[in-house]
C-alpha cells in the first residue's frame, strides 16, 4: 500500500512534468503486483493451517492491529481502478463501474475489519492504557482511508453519474465520522502512554508516524469529499431532499476545507513528534533499520495529500512545496525500506521461517500469549 499511496501523490502532483504519470504507473503497478502475491501468500497460509492460522491471528495483539491493512492495500487499488485504468484510453466508463463495486467491496470489508479487530480485543485481551500499541490506530485510518477513497472516486473516475458517486459520498462520510471521533479517542490514549512511559523502544520508534494517519487521513477525505458535492457538481446532478442539493454544496465545500485545515494542524504536531523521536535515537546512537520503517510511508502520505488537497483548494505556493517536499521525502523512505529487506531477504532474515512451531506442537503449546 505504500506504493499506491506515493502513486496516487505522483498522478496529482502539483508541478507536473512528462513522464510523471508514467512513474505514478509504475508506482500502481508495483503496488498491485505486490497485493497480489502477497495475498495469494496469505490466503494460502489459512487454506493451509485453517483453525490454527485464525486462533495465532487472534492471539496476538500486533497482528490482529495490523490486519486491516490488508483492506486498506486494496483500497489503494480502488484508486488505481479511478485514476489511472478509468481515464486510459482503453478503460472508460466500464472501469468506473468496477472501481465502485470495488469501492462497496472495500466498505464492507474495512467495517468488517473494524468490528473483527475491536471485538476480539474487548473479547480474548486485557491490555492495560500504558501498553496500549500505537497500532491499536490502524483501523480508525482504514475507514478514514475508506472516505477518502470514496472521495477519489465521486471525484475523478471516468464520467462518473450522481448515481453512483453521491451515495459513496455519503457513505464516506458515514466512515470519515468514525475514522475522525474514534481515532480522536485513541488519540487521548496514546498521547497519555506517551507522557507516562516516553519513546517506544528504537526498533519501534518509526511506528508514531502511525499516529499521522486518522488526521491526515480525514482531512484528506473532508476535502475530496467536499469537492465532489461542489466542485463536480454531483450533488446538483442528484438534487433530492435538504442536503444532496446544489444549494447545500458550497457550505459544504466551505466547511470541509476549515475542519481539514484545523486536522491538518494536529497531523503535523504527531508528524513532527515522529521526526523528534527519530532524531533522538540519532543523538543517541540508537538508530537502526526496522520493519517498522515502513509504518512511516502510509501515514505521512495521508498528511501529504491533504496538503496537496489544501495547495489546489487554497491555491497556496507554500501548501504546494509542503507537497513536493513530503513527496520526495516518502520516495527516498521506500527506496531505503526496499534496499533493506531485499538485504535481509538475501541474508534469510526475513520471510523465510528457521523454526516453524507448528512442527513442534509441545513447543506451540508453551508458546505464551501475546496480549
Known amino acids: 500500500m505504500n506504493a499506491g499511496v506515493i502513486g496516487t501523490l505522483l498522478h496529482q502532483l502539483p508541478y507536473q512534468f512528462p513522464g510523471l504519470h508514467v ?39 500486533m497482528d490482529l492491529l495490523l490486519f486491516p491493512c490488508w483492506s486498506i492495500a486494496f483500497m489503494t487499488l480502488v484508486s488505481f481502478v479511478t485514476l489511472t485504468v478509468s481515464e486510459a484510453p482503453w478503460g472508460g466508463h466500464a472501469f468506473t463501474v468496477v472501481a465502485c463495486v470495488m469501492w462497496w467491496i472495500a466498505a464492507t470489508w474495512s467495517v468488517g475489519m473494524l468490528f473483527f479487530v ?29 472516505a477518502a477513497v470514496g472521495g477519489v472516486f465521486s471525484s475523478f473516475a471516468h464520467s462518473v453519474s450522481p448515481g453512483l458517486a453521491v451515495p459513496v459520498i455519503v457513505m464516506s462520510m458515514c466512515a470519515l465520522g468514525v475514522g475522525i471521533f474514534l481515532g480522536m479517542i485513541l488519540y487521548t490514549y496514546l498521547l497519555h502512554q506517551l507522557l507516562a512511559k516516553g519513546w517506544p523502544a528504537p526498533p519501534m520508534t518509526a511506528t508514531l508516524f502511525i499516529l499521522v494517519g486518522p488526521m491526515g487521513q480525514s482531512a484528506a477525505a473532508l476535502q475530496l469529499l467536499g469537492s465532489a458535492a461542489s466542485t463536480h457538481s454531483q450533488f446538483r446532478g442528484y438534487d433530492r431532499g435538504v442536503f444532496l442539493t446544489e444549494a447545500a454544496a458550497g457550505s459544504l465545500q466551505v466547511t470541509c476545507i476549515f475542519l481539514a485545515l484545523l486536522m ?75 534496499a533493506y529487506t531485499l538485504q535481509k531477504i538475501y541474508r534469510g532474515e526475513l520471510l523465510f521461517v528457521k523454526e516453524d512451531p507448528r512442527l513442534n506442537p509441545a513447543g506451540l503449546a508453551e508458546k505464551p500469549k501475546v496480549t
Do not use: C
Open 264 to 338: 491538518t494542524g494536529l497531523g503535523a504536531v504527531f508528524l513532527g513528534f515522529a521526526i523528534i523521536a527519530m532524531f533522538h535515537r540519532i543523538l543517541n546512537g540508537e538508530l537502526t533499520w526496522a520493519p517498522t520503517w515502513n509504518a512511516i510511508i502510509f501515514p505521512t502520505g495521508t498528511l501529504t495529500t491533504a496538503t496537496l488537497l489544501l495547495g489546489t483548494e487554497l491555491d497556496s505556493a507554500f501548501f504546494k512545496v509542503v507537497t513536493v517536499v513530503q513527496v520526495i521525502f516518502l520516495i527516498l523512505v521506500f527506496f531505503v525500506n526496499a
Open 118 to 146: 475491536f471485538s476480539n480485543l474487548i473479547h480474548q485481551h486485557t491490555i492495560l492504557d500504558r501498553q496500549l500499541p500505537t497500532l491499536i490506530i490502524i483501523p480508525a485510518v482504514g475507514v478514514a482511508t475508506l
Open 23 to 61: 512513474l505514478s504507473t509504475i508506482a500502481f503497478t508495483t503496488d498491485l503486483v505486490l497485493y497480489v502475491v502477497f495475498s495469494a501468500i496469505y490466503i494460502l497460509h489459512f487454506v493451509v493451517f485453517r483453525r490454527q492460522a485464525y486462533q495465532e491471528l487472534v492471539d496476538n495483539v
